[in-house]
């Protein structure tokens, strides 16, 4: 990424240092900005032509995130299921919508969400633009209509003001789902205190952490096989080894190819400590429940991945296991106030 301008130190001062974001109001002149701050380590942020970074987008993109508006009956908003303080996931295995309806899927985290290369639990969105639209119309979600939501949103004068300074047009479904968007991207998770051991900070980690972090990345355990790399995801769409009586068969769904069926995105482990309960259903409770069941190698059957195996680990290295994806969890990005 090339220089940042002063003027965008100035604004997102809080956020370099403990990403609290300062929200500009709609009166003020849009300045130039260059792009998103990206922790060290980071890839730079990929951006769709015409949808690039900028103060009034990203201002306007909070508002949208946290307005309950965007539902049917005015309950539920972005926020309602990605809670800011569990790193945009939620503490419930699903998490009612619009009219009090039961969710459908375990919600996951939004942290650096900028660097999926598609979305849903299924990947079958391909783009953040794209995927803003999914929740809004969903029965068991928003239930409702963007353009309804627009047509109504207009009537507010600071959003549509905001609009026309981010996108140069009156709020409607293209600027909605944009301006989402850009807030979504600036969801950078990467200054935890395993980050910080991996910068140098010999201290950053504790005996028992490092020792997990030895079999985390060691051919015994395989875990980077599906959680490596920085993101600690390569986002394939796979079976981990879950049984097979869920009513909702994933990728089948999407591809209708029996090959498919139970196949989810794998996750990131970011945060992974504060994220659960764990799962695309929600049904596994701790990270112990979690580290059980790969050490168990999963439920065996056809559906699931040929990486899932026992691993045959001890008590005391489940447990520094545990403690290292404790390690993973950015305290600056969760007590960072994202909220208009």
Not at 59 to 85: I, M
Not at 181 to 203: I, K, N, P
Not at 218 to 235: I, M, P
Request: with cysteine; aromatic share 10%.
């Amino acid at each position: 990424m090339n220089r940042i301008p002063a003027l965008f130190k100035l604004l997102f001062a809080s956020l370099i240092c403990c990403l609290a974001l300062l929200a500009c109001t709609s009166e003020q002149a849009e300045p130039e900005i260059l792009g998103y701050p990206v922790p060290a380590g980071f890839p730079d942020v990929p951006e769709p032509e015409g949808n690039e970074w900028s103060v009034a987008r990203w201002t306007l993109g909070q508002k949208l995130f946290f307005d309950t508006r965007l539902s049917k009956d005015n309950s539920v908003s972005c926020a309602s299921c990605h809670k800011p303080e569990l790193a945009f996931a939620d503490n419930k295995s699903t998490t009612p919508g619009a009219f009090g309806r039961p969710g459908t899927k375990n919600a996951p985290s939004l942290a650096n969400v900028a660097y999926h290369p598609y979305f849903m639990r299924e990947g079958g969105v391909p783009t953040l633009e794209m995927q803003v639209l999914v929740p809004i119309q969903e029965h068991n979600e928003f239930a409702h209509n963007i353009l309804e939501i627009a047509e109504a949103l207009r009537a507010d004068a600071e959003l549509d003001s905001l609009s026309h300074l981010a996108y140069e047009r009156t709020l409607d479904p293209f600027v909605l789902t944009r301006a989402i968007s850009v807030f979504e991207r600036s969801l950078l998770s990467g200054t935890s205190r395993y980050d910080l051991y991996e910068r140098g900070a010999e201290m950053a980690l504790s005996g028992q952490e490092q020792f997990g972090r030895q079999l985390f990345f060691s051919e015994k355990t395989g875990c980077t096989s599906c959680h490596g790399g920085v993101l600690f995801s390569n986002f394939e769409i796979t079976n981990n080894g879950q049984d097979t009586t869920f009513a909702d068969i994933g990728l089948e769904r999407l591809t209708s190819n029996p090959e498919d069926r139970y196949q989810y995105k794998t996750p990131s482990l970011r945060n992974v400590a504060i994220t659960g309960p764990y799962m695309h259903n929600g049904r596994m409770h701790s990270l112990e429940d979690v580290i059980d069941h790969y050490n168990a190698g999963g439920i065996s059957h056809k559906y699931a991945d040929k990486r899932i195996e026992p691993l045959g680990l001890n008590t005391s290295e489940k447990a520094a296991l545990v403690a290292f994806l404790r390690s993973l969890t950015d305290e600056r990005f969760l007590e960072s106030d994202w909220r208009p």
